[in-house]
């Protein structure tokens, strides 16, 4: 989308931003650091340094998602994992028992992959971590989750420092390095925070905060399936550049995207607070409903080619 070289290593001063955001938290109140928040930090430098490897010397789909695979089992093996989900319609808690690594370890690489893939234009995978970051660290704080909070709080804040430089036209990018990196800490943070809250349905709530990665994600595999390309080819046929197409603005088709992700995030944060039946399954109609117009918004950009 650029005519001149740009920076793109952009994902080693959000990292910068977190650590020292959290450093001087535990400096003045001693509460941001335990084991495992430093296992999660652990697990975003190493992320931003496969990220950075990734940047600087064009790592092989399959070197690039082993490095992912590591850094996620570390991770799992110390602690950051899912212990339960809820039955959607009797809310029963449902024991993963053996299952919850393997769970685990899967979630944190669909998280990871998913905002590396979103990073298409200007400020558009930052400002999808910002907005579900924030809903995250509403509903931690709101359940009384509060082990990820600092970190969610530091996510914000140095993403939203990095957006001012990089909402379109951007002056620098975050690279593989911030998107790797912001992928993996919205993954640990939603298995350290809300997923740990005995009110939450299971997955539900973070996989509303992240629908339009996911959902671009899925269409992308199938896209791909469909046409015998290889999985990992980068196409421009991403909802984000089929926006682009119809607007011929990048400024454009980006506040879009953020406009349908805050209305998802209200919904999950709503989702969220909600104790009876009859207000998870209103939500869940909702969210049904969102889909059917995202399908058909597709449909017309489709015809539009």
Known sequence: MHSIATPKLGGLAILAGIVLSLGLIQLCYGAALNRNTCFILLGAALSAGLGFLDDVYNLKPPVKLGGQLFIAIIVVAGGIEINFLRQPLSLQIIELGFWRKIISVLWLLIVMNIINLSDGLDGLAGGLVFISAATLFIISLLTNQLNAVFLLAAVCGAVLGFLRFNFPPASIFMGDTGSLLLGFL????????????????????????????????????????????????????????????????????????????????????????????????????????????????????????
Not at 242 to 253: F, G, V
Not at 261 to 282: E, G, P, V
């Open 186 to 305: 919205l993954g640990a943070c939603s298995i350290e925070g809300v997923l740990k809250s005995a009110t939450l349905i299971g997955l539900a709530i973070p996989t509303l905060s992240l629908l339009i990665p996911l959902g671009d994600t899925a269409l992308a595999i199938l896209r791909r399936a469909k046409k015998r390309a290889h999985i990992f080819k980068a196409d421009k046929e991403h909802i984000h550049h089929r926006l682009l197409q119809k607007h011929d603005s990048q400024q454009s088709a980006v506040l879009r995207i953020y406009y349908a992700s805050i209305a998802l995030n209200a919904c999950a944060i709503i989702l969220a607070l909600s104790r009876d039946l009859y207000s998870i399954l209103l939500f869940l109609v909702i969210v049904f409903i969102i889909l059917i117009a995202a399908f058909k918004m597709l449909q017309i950009f489709q015809s539009n080619q």
